[in-house]
C-alpha cells in the first residue's frame, strides 16, 4: 500500500511569512496526526483528526498554527506568522482507528524560520 | 507533556553486540510502542505491546512491559549498522500516542 505522502519535503522563509504543509494518509485511515519535531526531541503532537472533525488540538497555538482535513481525508497545516522557534519538523501519520494501532508516518516537513 | 523518557540517551555498540534501550513513563496505559527515525526521515513502528503482555518478539527485536514499574525496555539483538537511528517508546494512554526523546543508537562495524 502506499504510505503517507507530505509534501513540501523542505521550506525556508523569513519571520512573519506564511507557510503551508500537506499530507495525504493511507486509505482508509480514519485518523490523522500532526505532529512537531524539534531537532533532538522527541515528536509532540499538534492535532488529531478523526474522520473530519478534530478530536484534540489541545497543544495547537491557536494564534497562529491552524489545521483542517477537509472531506476526511487529505490535511493542511498552516502556519501565519512563522516565528523563529517554529524550526521544526512537521510529521503526519495516520492510523485505521483511535488507540491500539501504530501509526504510519509520512518523510515529514523540514521547515526553518530565519 | 512527555510521558516517556527513554535511557540511555546514547548508545554505542559494535556489530553483532545486542543493544538494550529503557523507557519509563508516568500513567497508566493501554499499550507501549516502539519507532525507530533514520536521519532526516519519519517514524517507522517497530512493535506494540498492550498492557496485558509482558513480552513481545518480533525478527531480532524483544520487548518487554512491566507495567508495575511503569517500564519497558526494547532489545536488538545480533545488532547490525543498519540499525544505527534514533528510537522512541510511546504511551498510548487513551489518546494519541505520546513520545519520549529517544535514545540514539550508533552501530560501528
Known amino acids: 500500500e502506499a504510505g503517507v505522502a507530505q509534501s513540501p519535503r523542505y521550506k525556508i522563509i523569513e519571520k512573519r511569512q506564511s507557510v503551508a504543509f500537506w499530507c495525504n494518509p493511507i486509505?482508509?485511515?480514519?485518523?490523522l496526526y500532526w505532529y512537531q519535531q524539534i531537532l533532538g526531541q522527541g515528536p509532540k503532537l499538534l492535532i488529531q483528526f478523526q474522520n473530519n472533525g478534530v478530536v484534540d488540538d489541545s497543544q495547537l497555538p491557536k494564534d497562529r498554527f491552524s489545521a483542517e482535513r477537509l472531506k476526511g481525508v487529505d490535511s493542511t497545516l498552516k502556519i501565519q506568522p512563522a516565528k523563529l522557534e517554529d524550526s521544526a519538523v512537521y510529521l503526519c501519520?495516520?492510523?485505521?482507528?483511535?488507540?491500539?494501532?501504530?501509526?504510519?508516518f509520512g518523510s515529514g516537513t523540514r521547515l526553518t524560520v530565519v | 507533556s512527555q510521558q516517556g523518557e527513554e535511557d540511555p540517551q546514547a548508545l554505542s555498540i559494535q556489530e553483532g553486540e545486542n543493544a538494550t534501550m529503557n523507557c519509563s513513563y508516568k500513567t497508566s496505559i493501554n499499550n507501549l510502542q516502539w519507532y525507530r527515525q533514520n536521519s532526516g526521515r519519519g517514524l517507522v513502528h517497530l512493535i506494540l505491546i498492550r498492557s496485558n503482555e509482558r513480552e513481545k518478539h518480533s525478527g531480532r527485536l524483544r520487548v518487554t512491559l512491566d507495567t508495575s514499574k511503569k517500564s519497558s525496555s526494547l532489545l536488538i539483538t545480533a545488532s547490525r549498522a543498519a540499525d544505527t537511528a534514533s528510537y522512541f517508546c510511546a504511551t498510548d494512554a487513551g489518546t494519541a500516542l505520546i513520545f519520549g526523546k529517544g535514545t540514539t543508537l550508533s552501530v560501528s562495524s
Open positions: 501519520a495516520s492510523s485505521p482507528d483511535r488507540g491500539g494501532y501504530g501509526y504510519t
Open positions: 486509505s482508509g485511515h480514519a485518523t
